[in-house]
């Protein structure tokens, strides 16, 4: 199980950072990433970290402003947003690949379980 938490709204330039628990061995042995979905847009890849750490990939979109990062020992990855623009609005859901890859997964379809979301509402 998978569960987002640090969603909310925030004015254009603001910072967010999105929490994403998970239980058992699950987020140890997997690569974590997150997705979103924007209004009226398919879900799109944000970011995403290797099983030890060692690998990340963002999207072109976001980068430079979002971070990802994760904490094994409290079985948590984050994704630190900063420099907000209105269209980071979305629902942000974090994924699981389950194995000890090096390289990283980018489409959905490689994603073996996936949060329920949360709301990001950047204003302008």
């Known amino acids: 199980q998978l569960v987002e938490s640090g969603g909310g709204l925030v004015q254009a330039g603001g910072s967010l950072r999105l929490a994403c628990a998970g239980s058992g061995r699950m987020l140890i042995d997997s690569t974590m990433g997150w997705f979103r979905r924007n209004p009226g847009k398919e879900r799109e890849f944000v970011a995403a970290i290797n099983w030890d750490g060692g690998n990340l990939d963002y999207a072109d979109s976001i980068r430079g402003r979002f971070t990802i990062s994760r904490d094994n020992e409290q079985n948590t990855v984050y994704l630190q947003m900063s420099s907000l623009k209105p269209e980071d609005t979305g629902v942000y859901y974090c994924?699981?690949?389950?194995?000890?890859?090096?390289?990283?997964?980018?489409?959905?379809?490689?994603?073996?379980?996936w949060g329920r979301g949360t709301q990001v509402t950047v204003s302008s």
């Open positions: 994924a699981a690949e389950l194995g000890r890859f090096t390289t990283i997964s980018t489409v959905t379809n490689r994603y073996d379980y």
